[in-house]
């Protein structure tokens, strides 16, 4: 039996609507499993930002935050949170630290819809508690070329922004104290300077350098050191006002800048402050130290109108400060300025001296005070420079010790008596003693112990033939040091004296552990011997202890027959000065040496 058309056509129809609508099924559930696959990747997405440092961040047209996610610590995404930014605009957050001008501009730049990279701005978090500083970027969200917000990233950039705030401190403070660096106190110094101009005011600048600074380190230690300078650096902060500058410039130098100071009189409360409070003790690891500073001071704008100029004529009169016995301040003068541009001229003379042969040695006699023979000669260095005629040591002795040229001429020195003392032996001459000056600085800079056995070697003179001079300024350095290289010295024979003795750094202790033989009482007090009952006193006191300690005396600058009358009746043992000769060079004296030992035999001999 044959169906009816139309059923036929329903049953077709039926089909095919059944097959739409699986298909449709099958399409519905590829879309479900599309978006259940896309909100998982929007979850293990979201968690990995929640882990990260880095958030993410969108904002609607009306450029309110819509999404927060990511952030750490930094960010709150809740929207219940009344400190979440959702809902907000970025300038309704608690962000510091943005320049007006820069707010502008980025909101200039959301408003026409372009893109932004590293906004940098500090914010309060919430969630730490602590500033933060960020760093977002942003690109506007065009659909269908409509605008609908913008989406971006930030990160914290706290981390980076300490470290560059550190390096930044560093390039301008010093690591140990903290304070301004030379390049900072230039910087300063010019606005000082500038503002000083402005008001018609003036400006001091000190220069402190510490007097015992050295010593304490190589003693104590780099620790002790390092305490102490940060100790100096919060005195020096104290004495000083707040609009003032304290600075380290390097080692044990200081630079502080006092403003509203025109003149001497308005800044001796000031360093008188310093010098106090740099005195007073200060305990390191139950140690006492105690620390004292030269200072020279330059004053804008008498002295100087730029930093370099009045940094260096500060310095001049630091120099003339610790030239004059150290632990006091010093203004600049012209004068300074003088004597520094002569020390460069001698100094580039020196140089060259020793090679042109342009250094003479000049001979003084030393003689026994009770049997009127000589028993010794001492040899005094010349310049005969040919731009400054014969210069004396005092004069420029000073300025070799400074450059170090001391070693080489000191050596030079050295070999030559040596030579001279040994030729006038070869000559038939008694065995004289001859002394020679040794610089405290030869003994911290130079390995004496071989410039002397050169000496002795190369001119073969017998070593307890040479008396080498120490000064008391010796004692400054290395004491142990000092003491044993002597005792070495002494074992092979050869004698030691200290010169000028009186007026430096007498110290009892270490003047009984020195092994020496002689002490050189200075010609101040043998010259004012009969016309201060002090030198007097002192004279008689520094024979009285020599004797005790087992030490001869001689007596410098004997001019006249009554000094020699005085100085034998105080028990002195030996004089030189004018009265028997003065220094003469080695020629002169080698005649001086031949009447003299051929009189004191003459006198010697039965009539
Ligand atoms: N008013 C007066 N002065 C007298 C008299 N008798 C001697 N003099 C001077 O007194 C100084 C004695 O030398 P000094 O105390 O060692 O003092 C020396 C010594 O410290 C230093 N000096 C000299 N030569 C050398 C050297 O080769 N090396 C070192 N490092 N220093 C030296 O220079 C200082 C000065 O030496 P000079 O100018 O030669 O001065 C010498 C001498 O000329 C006198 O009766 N009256």
Known sequence: ???????????????????????????????????????????????????????????????????????????????????????????????TNVAPEKWTEHRQMLETRQPFKDFVYQIHSPLTGQLHWCSISGKPIFENGKFKGYHGMGVDITERKRVEMRVEFLAYHDALTGLPNRALLQDRMQQAIAQAERAQDGLALAFIDLDNFKRINDSLGHAAGDALLREIATRLKGCVRESDTVSRQSGDEFIVVLS????????????DKIMRTLQ?????????????????????????????????????????SKDTGRNAYYFYDEAMNNDAEEHLLLRNGLRLAIERGELVLHYQPQMDIRSGRMVGVEALLRWQSPTFGLVEPGRFIPVAEDSGLIVPIGAWVLEQACRQARAWQDDGLPALTVAVNLSAVQFRRDDVEATVDQALERSGLPPHCLELELTESILLQDVEQVLALVQRLRQRGMHFSIDDFG??????????????????????????????????????????????????????????????????????????????ARPMPAQDFSRYLHAHFHNSARAAQPA
């Open 1 to 95: 039996m044959n169906e009816h058309p139309d059923t036929q056509a329903l049953a077709q129809a039926r089909a095919q609507l059944q097959r739409e609508i699986a298909e449709r099924h099958a399409v519905e559930a590829r879309y479900q499993a599309q978006m259940a696959q896309l909100r998982a990747e929007q979850v293990r997405l979201r968690e990995l930002a929640e882990m990260s440092s880095e958030w993410f961040w969108e904002m609607d047209e009306e450029l309110r935050f819509s999404k927060v996610y990511g952030g750490g610590l930094l960010v709150s995404s809740s929207s219940t949170d009344v400190e979440s930014p959702l809902g907000k605009r970025r300038w309704e957050l608690p962000i």
């Open 260 to 271: 509203g100071v025109d003149g001497v009189q308005r800044c001796i409360p000031t360093l």
């Open 280 to 320: 007073e003790p200060m305990h390191f690891e139950g140690k006492e130290i105690s620390a004292s500073a030269s200072i020279g001071v330059a004053f804008y704008p008498q002295d100087g109108t730029t930093f370099d100029e009045l940094r260096k004529k500060a310095d001049l009169a630091m120099y003339r």
């Open 503 to 580: 007026t430096g750094y007498s110290s009892l202790a270490y003047l009984k552990r020195l092994d020496i033989d002689k002490l050189k009482i200075d010609r101040s007090f043998v010259h004012d011997l009969d016309q201060t009952a002090d030198a007097a006193a002192i004279v008689e006191a520094i024979v009285e202890m020599a004797h005790k300690l087992g030490l001869r005396t001689i007596a410098e600058g004997v001019e006249s027959p009554e000094l020699l009358d005085r100085l034998r009746d105080i028990g002195c043992d030996e004089a030189q000065g004018y009265l028997h």
